[in-house]
């Protein structure tokens, strides 16, 4: 049996590392119960809380290696993991803050008064921030820029109210709200069902109130004329005694902090006093005034002085446009919206009606000129006017001086003859015992077709609340605002026509007089003109009038949907047909009822009957649940073929 071979000790050898120096104190060890670093058992978090005020337990013998800093290192740890997984914002905004002051005489079309020409601009601001968040940036942006104004005046911050463009106080609303971003969503395009964001620089004010404001003025008064005494003393012993009464009115002011006035040495011009303050510093000298700059003149250009002379030398009064513009007295009888509830509990909502405590007296202006008419259709021709109502109502047509309104009359065609031969059409108007009741019929269609859309949106609102939202916008428009103007001659005009019966009454000829000279119907203007203007439903079809391609064709598949809506909810009784105007305010409607044609020449009463068959149901139908027409089933499938 063989032995192993014996084990021979071997040295490894060793490598030397860097010379640390250790402090002194770690050569000792430290007891547990000496060291003042703990751990945070209360928030139960593992780091280290060091001897504060909050923790007098840890008071002892200072661990090396740890500082005061180390006692705030959880709380800055968990901020800064917190903006380090935070997502930047990507729709930012700016803002353009200035400070203003209330009272005294404004520019024309400002809110305020600017201090000092304090203005500062900020840019990538959160545009979900609420009014909390844009407050705070306004005051600390801007109130350190009003000190800086005038040091030695004691402003007050809480004073200040920060207001956006639109003199909005941003104090009265919630937080947790955007307060600009839906000013920034905009369509990508008319009639599109998408919105994009677009940045926009937005107007904030921080306000001095007109009483904090009056105080920095009297104070600005009482200093001068302190000054201005200051100067007529000799620089002598009085010089001395004074600096000396100045220095113990400061040391008197500081020692005595519940003083809450400073009063004047002469008389103030204004007499308000603030009772709720602690202003109790004496400025050295009021600020400055600001030196106006130096206007260079320039003698006018030969040339443009020449041309400007003979153009306005030779300048003449164009006076058929004058004429063309008729002035009529009125008064204006607005149609009012009521819902279809209502309508059915009161009588009295039945129809429109010229009552005369609902009235305006006004004046309205016509411009009756051929070339701004705005169009002329198969029984009406419109214009453009004006209207200015006293006293102007709240809301609606004339509750702004010259209102721009359209100015609608009926007319017909009557067969003249020139020169013997030729043969021709001329516009002529009606009698106004037949266009009274012409023009009552056309407010009475509005005032109807109105409370009509109002039942389908009171049908849509609902189903919102109750089912889930659609995969597409719903459109919100409505009629324009509008009413009759009954327009008067001074001095009686004496019916000559025939017998004729203007509502329930007879006038014979000659025997009533007729103060009445002619009636329009005013309505809103619908912006963009021609272009803008769409007719998307005829009143002889149930269907959309234009194409898929077309500009408003969606919104001509909505009305169809509300065809529908007021259909089943009327039990095909009546429906708004003939949907013309923009993309959000609609004119001239006409309603279908069974079986009677009782609402005028465009009621057509086979629309009703064969709604049915003509009715096509889209995705507004499916999604508000409306059943299919079993007659529609047919024309679906002879279209598909």
Same mark, same amino acid.
Request: net charge negative; aromatic share 10%; charged share 20%.
């Given at each position: ?14 490598t ?33 809380s ?12 200072w ?75 306004a ?33 009265t ?22 919105v ?13 109130p ?37 220095n113990d ?29 602690s ?21 006018p ?24 513009k008729?002035n ?23 129809s429109?009606?010229?009552?005369t ?33 006293t006293?102007?109502?709240?809301s609606?047509?004339g ?54 859309l ?16 659609p ?71 149930? !269907? %959309? ?10 919104? #001509? /598949?909505?009305?169809?949907?509300? @065809? +529908? =809506? ?11 047909s ?15 009822? !069974? %079986? ?10 086979? #629309? /009703?009957?064969?709604?049915?068959? @003509? +009715? =096509? ?25």
């Amino acid at each position: 049996m063989l032995n192993p071979p014996p084990v021979v000790a071997m040295v490894r050898p060793t490598t030397t590392g860097p010379n640390v120096n250790v402090p002194s104190t770690w050569q000792h060890p430290i007891q547990l119960s000496q060291c003042p670093i703990q751990l945070s058992q209360s928030s139960g978090s593992n780091y280290p809380s060091l001897p504060s005020s909050s923790n007098p337990q840890a008071v002892g013998t200072w661990a090396s290696g740890y500082s005061l800093h180390h006692a705030h290192y959880g709380s800055e740890r968990e901020r800064w993991v917190k903006l380090s997984y935070a997502v930047p914002p990507a729709q930012t905004i700016s803002l353009e803050i200035s400070a203003v002051h209330e009272g005294g005489v404004r520019r024309k079309g400002s809110h305020g008064i600017t201090i000092g020409n304090i203005c500062e601009g900020i840019k990538d601001i959160d545009a979900r921030i609420d009014a909390p968040g844009l407050m705070t940036i306004a005051l600390n942006t801007i109130l350190p820029k009003i000190r800086t104004f005038c040091a030695d005046f004691v402003w007050y911050d809480d004073e200040f109210v920060v207001r956006d463009g639109k003199w909005v106080d941003l104090s009265t609303h919630q937080a947790g709200q955007p307060f600009f971003l839906d000013q920034c969503l905009q369509a990508s395009r008319k009639d599109s069902k998408t919105v994009n964001f677009k940045t926009k620089q937005f107007e904030l004010m921080v306000v001095a109130p007109q009483t904090h404001w009056l105080e920095y003025e009297d104070w600005v008064e009482r200093v001068a004329e302190e000054a201005a005494t200051s100067h007529t003393t000799s620089h002598t012993t009085s010089h001395t005694t004074s600096r000396t009464t100045w220095n113990d009115a400061i040391e008197d002011t500081t020692d005595a902090p519940t003083q809450t006035h400073i009063q004047p040495t002469g008389i103030s011009k204004r007499t308000h006093v603030r009772t709720e303050s602690s202003r109790s510093a004496l400025p050295p000298s009021p600020p400055r005034k600001k030196i106006a700059p130096v206007v260079v003149f320039h003698s006018p250009d030969r040339d443009d002085l020449k041309a400007a002379l003979k153009s306005g030398g030779t300048a003449n009064l164009n006076v058929k446009k004058v004429f063309e513009k008729q002035n009529e007295t009125i008064h204006f009888y607005p149609i009012p919206n009521h819902p279809l509830a209502e309508i059915l509990r009161n009588k009295d909502y039945r129809s429109f009606m010229l009552d005369t405590a609902e009235s305006w007296v006004g004046q309205l202006m016509v411009d009756i000129s051929h070339d701004s008419t705005i169009g002329m259709g198969g029984f009406k021709m419109a214009h453009p006017g004006w209207l200015t109502l006293t006293p102007p109502p709240v809301s609606g047509l004339g509750s702004v001086p010259r209102d721009e309104i359209v100015v609608k009359r009926p007319f017909h065609r009557v067969l003249s003859q020139a020169g013997g031969s030729t043969e021709a059409f001329k516009i002529s108007r009606f009698p106004i015992v037949d266009e009274l009741p012409k023009l009552f019929r056309e407010a009475n269609v509005l005032y109807w077709a109105s409370s009509l859309l109002q039942l389908t949106y009171d049908f849509i609102d609902h189903r919102l609340a109750t089912s889930c939202p659609p995969p597409f916008p719903v459109p919100r428009v409505r009629f324009v605002q509008a009413g009759l103007a009954l327009a008067f001659v001074q001095g009686q005009a004496v019916i000559a026509a025939p017998s004729v019966k203007l509502g329930s009454k007879s006038i014979m000829p000659g025997s009533k007089p007729c103060p009445i000279r002619a009636a329009y119907l005013l309505e809103e203007l619908i912006d963009g003109g021609d272009d803008a203007f769409v007719k998307f439903i005829h009143n002889m079809d149930a !269907d %959309p009038l234009l194409d898929e391609l077309d500009y408003g064709y969606d919104l #001509a /598949v909505f009305f169809a949907f509300t @065809q +529908h =809506v007021q259909y089943v909810k009327t039990s095909g009784l009546a429906f708004i047909s003939d949907y013309q105007g923009s993309t959000s305010l609609l004119t001239d409607p006409q309603i279908l009822t !069974d %079986p009677y044609d009782i609402f005028g020449e465009g009621n057509i009463e086979v #629309a /009703v009957t064969m709604f049915e068959a @003509q +009715h =096509v149901c889209n995705d507004y139908c499916e999604w508000a649940g409306l059943d299919k027409f079993h007659s529609a089933d047919s024309v679906d499938e002879s279209r598909d073929t």
